[in-house]
């Protein structure tokens, strides 16, 4: 059988995006092996059993480590992981079991490490999965298993799991601390609720006016919550019900809490520099605020930081800020023109996507950790993967699975984990990022009210939003 995978190429670039190669999933196969369907020496599909059974560890084969990655990523649209985790297992131990309990024993140690290492695999990638605790409790049958055979396995799989558990602990204390940190953050002072006066609310220029400073601990932010985002979530954000289960679908509860923290970190920033700008009682000020996150969006840029970059970007193109005109009026606004370009939506992103081979490219020749920092435009990220998971089908019209497919997503969601494990270089500042996390922002409402109260109405429309506003805000605050 040949290997999996040319090694030379585990992930081919992606081209769902380009029409013309979607017929390549219905080309002429090269060869068939069992249920399993190669060209070009590469697995194109499979049947489910079939690729299950290519997952297990023997005595003399392992499966090579793209393919690991590739299926247990994309194996949740198929069925639950308890369900591969058990079948696993129930592979492993039926293979080598014989009737005689030397043979077996002998046969056990000899596999022993193989299992031990796909385990590994599994718990380290994929450590979330093992909040089942169907899932941890066959880790223990396992681990049992494997004692009768191999103290030495038996030892790895009890490290293993110690590293499991603390995986999962770090998971739950973060869980908890951004939690703690969004009823912070709801919280909302009564100098929330009108504009500024009289200094009653400090301003991030009070806490930092470095843009770089600045810059650099919206880069920690963005690291810390990018590195709690299990690839699975991405998956498990768009599957659907496989059209060959009867059985409820895993799906129907998501477990995307990390990449919805994340996404909703976004919309926090966003609306933390309009917030900002909206705030100042004085025109000089609010132009001070707009030059200023401009300043800190293009040391975004140059970091690599591209979802904060997004993020202020959009924070100050919502129509509450866009309206200023007399504050814009104020502001050279040559440097942002050049951020907009480079996250210009039109043609797809192209500006962006070129920017972001670059970012990636510099990391991956870089000589310091500052130049390995990529930070996608995170929602983005998410819209090409549910495009890819949608545009093509996940199982062929003979039943197989569409393996070409799941290659694809695997090369989307490994280069999420390369930018992921990247240690933040810079030096914290716990005031500034206490402020960014906690600091109470404007809803959308109180950000259009606070920006009719800077520069008043221009028009009938804006008149009688205003009043809208005003006594809709007056009823809430009664309430």
């Known amino acids: ?53 290519h997952l297990v560890p023997t005595v003399d084969y392992y499966p090579d480590r793209s393919y690991v990655f590739t299926f247990l990523l994309s194996s949740r649209l198929f069925l639950h992981p308890y369900e591969l985790m058990s079948r696993v297992c129930h592979l492993c131990v039926e293979q080598h079991r014989s009737g005689d309990l030397l043979l077996d024993k002998i046969r056990i140690r000899d596999v022993a490490p193989k299992i031990v290492q796909l385990l590994t695999e599994w718990t380290e990638t994929f450590p979330y999965d093992f909040r089942d605790e169907r899932m941890m409790r066959c880790l223990k049958e396992m681990s049992h298993h494997l004692a009768r055979g191999d103290e030495y396995s038996w030892r790895a799989m009890q490290q293993m799991t110690q590293r499991l558990i603390r995986r999962l602990a770090a998971l739950g204390q973060y869980e908890e601390a951004i939690a703690t940190l969004n009823a912070s953050a709801a919280e909302r002072p009564t100098a929330l609720k009108t504009k500024q006066q009289n200094g ?21 932010i963005e690291l810390d919550r990018l590195s709690f985002i299990g690839p699975e979530e991405f998956i498990q954000a768009f599957g659907v019900k496989d059209p060959l289960d009867n059985h409820k679908s895993f ?57 904060s ?12 800020v ?23 939506p039109s043609s797809n992103f192209s500006n962006y996507r070129t920017a972001l081979r670059g970012a990636t490219q510099r990391s991956i020749t870089a000589h310091s950790n500052q130049e390995k920092i990529v930070i996608p435009f995170f929602s983005l990220l998410i819209k090409d993967i549910y495009f890819l998971n949608e545009g093509c089908a996940s199982r062929l019209p003979s039943g197989h699975v569409n393996f070409e497919k799941l290659w694809d997503l695997a090369k989307q969601v490994s280069e999420f984990l390369v930018w992921r494990q990247v240690t933040c270089p810079f030096e914290r500042d716990r005031k500034i990022l206490q402020y960014l996390v906690t600091t109470p922002v404007f809803t959308e409402d ?34």
């Open 1 to 53: 059988m040949p290997p999996t995978t040319p090694y030379a190429g585990k992930f081919s670039p992606s081209t769902y995006n380009n029409n013309n190669n979607l017929h390549k999933y219905h080309q002429p196969m090269e060869a068939s092996y069992g249920d399993m369907c190669y060209h070009d020496n590469s697995l194109v599909s499979g049947s489910l059993e079939a690729l299950i059974q």
């Open 200 to 220: 009653q609310r400090s301003d991030v220029l009070s806490i930092s006016d470095d843009a770089f400073i600045l810059a650099q601990q919206l880069t920690h």
């Open 251 to 307: 799906f129907r509860k998501r477990k995307t809490t990390n990449l919805e923290a994340y996404v909703a970190w976004f919309n926090r920033l966003s609306y933390l520099v309009a917030t900002e700008i909206c705030m100042p009682v004085k025109k000089k000020h609010r132009a001070r605020a707009l030059e200023f996150f401009i300043d800190v969006a293009r040391e975004c840029f140059n970091i690599g930081n591209f979802n």
């Open 309 to 320: 970059l997004m993020a202020i970007i959009t924070g100050m193109n919502m129509s509450p």
């Open 322 to 344: 866009s309206r200023l005109k007399k504050t814009w009026s104020k502001v050279n606004t040559d440097k942002f023109d050049i951020l907009e370009h480079q996250m210009d």
């Open 446 to 479: 109180e950000l259009h009210l606070a920006s009719y109260e800077s520069e008043g109405p221009e028009n009938h429309m804006e008149k009688d939003s205003r009043r809208s506003l005003r006594s809709s805000l007056l009823h809430r605050e009664h309430r």
